[in-house]
């Protein structure tokens, strides 16, 4: 499975944004999704999850409320949406997918396909 992360781009603080990720050659039907970012200089951290076929979510404590995952099965797509950016969101942000996903699916290696990321900047 190829992933491709999308909607990235510049945003004022206070902002939002939604970004997609979308599977090439193959389909995201039957597999968790989960996103992750990464800032400059920092590890790779866990944003969000969102089960097959979408009825379980999960979040990073210092991010909920803010952000949220969700995946329409007939578009085969999954999304972020991302309110009320500040600077410290400026990161590059993966979409990944997993056939197996554990509780509560936060760990980097349960992770089967990445894709590429998207970079978010926001400014001050």
Do not use: H
């Amino acid at each position: 499975v190829q992933l491709q992360a999308c909607g990235g781009g510049l945003v004022q603080a206070g902002g939002c944004l939604r970004l997609s990720c979308v599977a090439s050659e193959r389909t995201l039907s039957a597999y968790a999704v989960g996103w992750f970012r990464q800032a400059p200089g920092k590890e790779r951290e866990f944003v969000a999850r969102i089960s097959w076929p979408g009825a379980s979510t999960y979040y990073a404590d210092s991010l909920k409320g803010r952000f949220t995952i969700s995946r329409d099965n007939i578009k085969d797509t999954a999304y972020l949406q991302l309110n009320t950016l500040g600077p410290e969101d400026t990161a590059i942000y993966y979409c990944a997918a997993a056939r197996r996903l554990g509780r509560p699916g936060r760990e980097r290696s349960e992770y089967d396909y990445w894709g590429q990321g998207t970079q978010l900047t926001v400014s001050s």
